[in-house]
C-alpha cells in the first residue's frame, strides 16, 4: 500500500483547502482510511476516519469544517477543510487499514500500518 497526499499550502484564516492522498495497492480490498493531524507537540492525531461503507466519524474540533471523502474507483482520498483556522496549522497525514468489512474503530484507533508522507498546512490570520 503506498499513500501520496497534495493539496496542502498557505491560505488565510476562513478560507478552505482539499486535501487528496492517492491510494495504490488497496483495490479489492476492504480498508479504513484516516486524516490525521499532527500538533505542535509532534503528535499524530485523527481528525476525520472513513469506513469503506462511507461511514465518518470527525474529532469534536473538526466538525462542520472537516469532510471527509472516498472515491472508490480512483482511489483517492479527500479531506475538504472549509472555514479555516490558525488552529488548523499544522502537518496533514492519510493513513490506511486493511479492516474486516473496511470498517473503523473510531478515533481512539491509531494502530494505522500504512502512512503518507505528509502535507502541510499553514493558516495565517
Known amino acids: 500500500v503506498h499513500l501520496v497526499e497534495s493539496g496542502g499550502g498557505s491560505v488565510q484564516a476562513g478560507g478552505s483547502l482539499r486535501l487528496s492522498c492517492a491510494a495504490s495497492g488497496v483495490s479489492n480490498s476492504q480498508y479504513c482510511m484516516a486524516w490525521f493531524q499532527r500538533t505542535p507537540g509532534n503528535v499524530r492525531v485523527p481528525v476525520a476516519i472513513?469506513?469503506?461503507?462511507?461511514?465518518?466519524n470527525y474529532a469534536d474540533s473538526v466538525k462542520g469544517r472537516f469532510t471527509i471523502s472516498l472515491d472508490n474507483v480512483k482511489h483517492i482520498l479527500y479531506l475538504q477543510i472549509d472555514s479555516l483556522k490558525s488552529d488548523d496549522t499544522a502537518m496533514y497525514f492519510c493513513?490506511?487499514?486493511?479492516?474486516?468489512?473496511?470498517?473503523?474503530?473510531?478515533?481512539?484507533?491509531?494502530?494505522?500500518?500504512?502512512w503518507g508522507q505528509g502535507t502541510e498546512v499553514t493558516v495565517s490570520s
Open positions: 472513513i469506513g469503506s461503507d462511507g461511514t465518518t
Open positions: 493513513a490506511a487499514k486493511r479492516t474486516f468489512g473496511g470498517l473503523c474503530f473510531g478515533l481512539s484507533d491509531y494502530t494505522y500500518p500504512y
